[in-house]
């Protein structure tokens, strides 16, 4: 699907690719617009930056006299428009210092920082390691700190041999999102067809395995030991101006995600979904895009107000 132009997704998907090199692999990203303030927006698993297109579409438009706005969105290696190299660490200690060396070849500053799913622990890392750059937080359904609990769902894919067979043979967890990651039936078919359209083979499913594989279960996995640094770390952060926007039917990233998230974050607002899933950004893409343009408007009052202060 990747390979036939006129794809129906592509519809939806009318971007320019750019890529920069990661050790001799070919590391993608969308770079739309221009301006002051930038958006970057991180997916997690298994979507990849098809699931942020009405953020690129939309943000860098000027509206009500008001300039649009700089949107990159990568694809982690592994996703995407990404290579997809079968003998890579995948762990999300990588895919942080990936994030963070797309941020530094592009100079990437005054962010507003968009994460959802396992796209929150990357990016939050990232944000963490470099925070003069961030000047703003949105979060959608997502977890910053060692899972509190993993769901069947998940766990089964988990189940040596026959969960990778199930993942990277049956192509069972990006196309069981595809129906489980929304609460409002069915997503439409070309929104359907283009958040599987990367996934198409054995070959092109390994990094959706190895993020699976790469939620740890227990405190001796190596990913136990980033996620609780990350947990510990985020008060850092907290000063950030943020939105949450959480779908409430999530079976994932259950409100209990959401309420543990909101006790670092002094400085935000919570918009909550009652009838939303997982994919917020397939299910409610104008409340992100309010909230994103909401929590810009307030970082930029917050610059204003520090050198006038200086």
Not at 29 to 52: C, I, R
Not at 181 to 196: D, E, F, H, R, W
Not at 273 to 302: F, K
Request: charged share 20%; net charge neutral; with cysteine.
């Amino acid at each position: 699907m990747l390979a036939n132009p006129n794809a129906s997704w592509r519809d939806e998907y009318r971007f320019a690719s750019q890529w920069i090199d990661l050790d001799g692999h070919r590391y993608h990203y969308l770079d739309e617009g221009a301006g002051p303030q930038t958006v970057l927006a991180v997916h997690g698993n298994p979507t990849w930056s098809f699931y942020y297109r009405a953020l690129a579409g939309e943000l860098p438009v000027e509206q009500n006299g008001r300039a649009g706005c700089r949107v990159v969105v990568p694809d982690h290696i592994g996703c995407g428009l990404s290579d997809k190299p079968q003998n890579y660490r995948y762990t999300l200690a990588q895919h942080r210092d990936n994030l963070l060396h797309l941020i530094d070849e592009l100079d990437l500053r005054n962010i507003t920082l968009v994460v959802h799913d396992w796209g929150g622990a990357i990016g939050l890392s990232a944000a963490i390691e470099q925070p003069q750059r961030f000047a703003s937080l949105v979060i959608l359904n997502t977890g910053a700190f060692p899972p509190p609990y993993i769901p069947r769902r998940i766990s089964a894919c988990r189940i040596p041999l026959a969960g990778t067979l199930a993942v990277r043979g049956g192509n069972a967890f990006s196309r069981a999102a595809i129906t489980m990651a929304v609460a409002k039936q069915p997503l439409a078919p070309k929104a359907a067809a283009g958040l599987l359209a990367p996934y198409g083979n054995w070959h092109d499913r390994v990094a959706v395995n190895a993020f699976v594989k790469d939620i740890p279960m227990q405190p001796s996995h190596p990913t136990y030991a980033t996620l609780q640094s990350l947990e510990q770390r985020l008060p850092t952060l907290s000063h950030l101006p943020t939105r949450f926007v959480w779908g409430m039917k999530d079976w994932c990233f259950r409100p209990e995600c959401l309420y543990r998230l909101q006790k670092v974050f002094t400085d935000q607002q919570t918009v909550e979904l009652s009838d939303v899933g997982h994919y917020v950004m397939e299910e409610a893409p104008g409340e992100v895009i309010q909230a994103v343009r909401s929590v810009m408007s307030d970082a930029e009052c917050a610059a204003v107000e520090t050198r006038s202060g200086d």
